[in-house]
């Protein structure tokens, strides 16, 4: 068959075999296609960039030095997925995942009556890096178990069926495990959130504001707003335009842009292929 007739899975599953077989050009393809969906992954799981960056090498190594256990009985990125998920919901508790609803509730009231005398000329960047924060510490307030299925299910759109065969579980228990987490999101939103109900009084702006008063916001720290992303329809500006006319929860917390994996990470990961340190890569 000839290459160009190949589907993007076939290229791929190509590209993983000549890789398991020591092929270091071809375990370059790989990373870089399975890379940036994993880094998303650990984002939206662990709630801080830094965390993600760990863990996705952490993921991407077990992907290659497994590429020959790979039998081709599902697709290859929902073996991949498999590996991602089973690695985050063990790895150590990221820096931010001691929220919880509650603690967020209380924190945004206090932030929007820290109200400053001028509103700051980062005011659109800093109402942006709020949004995405506190729709990530939404996520965050979630258990793990919870929160991976909801990731899976309601923000990177897996259908029930591939999402309970990545985390190993029945269909029914994905369902329920789904089905929790969109009514606790939904009912903290329902009382909080602006985005959702405009008759709430939280806003971003005024969140942003009350965090600027208080010294908690400043533009070399942002940890969203100024992250790199795939150029993808999923863009910064559809996350800042068009977010307040969205009235369901899923819309709400998924409308992150699609975050790039850091260039740092797939320097690293250049090196570490091109070390010879990986034993399928020694031949």
């Known amino acids: 068959m000839r290459e160009e007739t190949l589907s993007a899975e076939e290229r791929l599953v190509a590209s993983a075999r000549a890789a398991a077989k020591g092929d270091r050009a071809a375990a370059h393809e790989v990373l870089q296609t399975v890379q940036d969906d994993v880094y998303r992954l650990a984002l939206r799981m662990l709630g801080h960039p830094q965390d993600a960056e760990d863990a996705t090498q952490e993921i991407l190594v077990i992907v290659l030095t497994h590429l020959g256990s790979f039998r081709a009985e599902s697709a290859f990125s929902t073996w991949v997925w498999s590996i991602a998920a089973r690695h985050l919901s063990q790895v150590r508790r990221g820096r931010r995942e001691a929220d919880s609803f509650e603690a967020l509730e209380e924190r945004l009231t206090e932030l929007r009556e820290a109200l400053p005398a001028s509103p700051a000329p980062e005011s659109a960047v800093f109402a942006l890096e709020v949004r ?29 069926e591939q999402a309970a065969a990545v985390l190993e579980i029945e269909p029914a228990v994905f369902r329920k495990r789904l089905s929790r987490a969109r009514e606790r999101l939904y009912a903290f939103m329902r009382r909080q959130c602006g985005l959702l109900d405009p008759t709430n009084a939280c806003r971003c702006e005024r969140v942003a504001a009350g965090a600027t ?15 790199s992303t795939r150029a993808t329809k999923a863009v910064v500006e559809r996350a800042a335009g068009e977010v307040t006319h969205l009235m369901q929860v899923a819309d709400v917390v998924r409308d992150h842009p699609d975050y790039a994996a850091p260039e740092s990470l797939a320097s690293r990961l250049r090196e570490l292929l091109d070390s010879g340190h990986l034993e399928l890569l020694r031949h």
Do not use: K, Q, V, W
Request: one cysteine or more; proline letters at 5%.
């Open 132 to 160: 995405l924060r506190c729709t990530e510490a939404m996520i965050l307030s979630l258990d793990r178990p919870s929160r991976i299925a909801y990731l899976l299910g309601d923000i990177f759109n897996l259908p029930g």
């Open 213 to 227: 008063a208080r010294g908690l916001l400043h533009r070399e720290d942002l940890l969203f707003a100024n992250h």
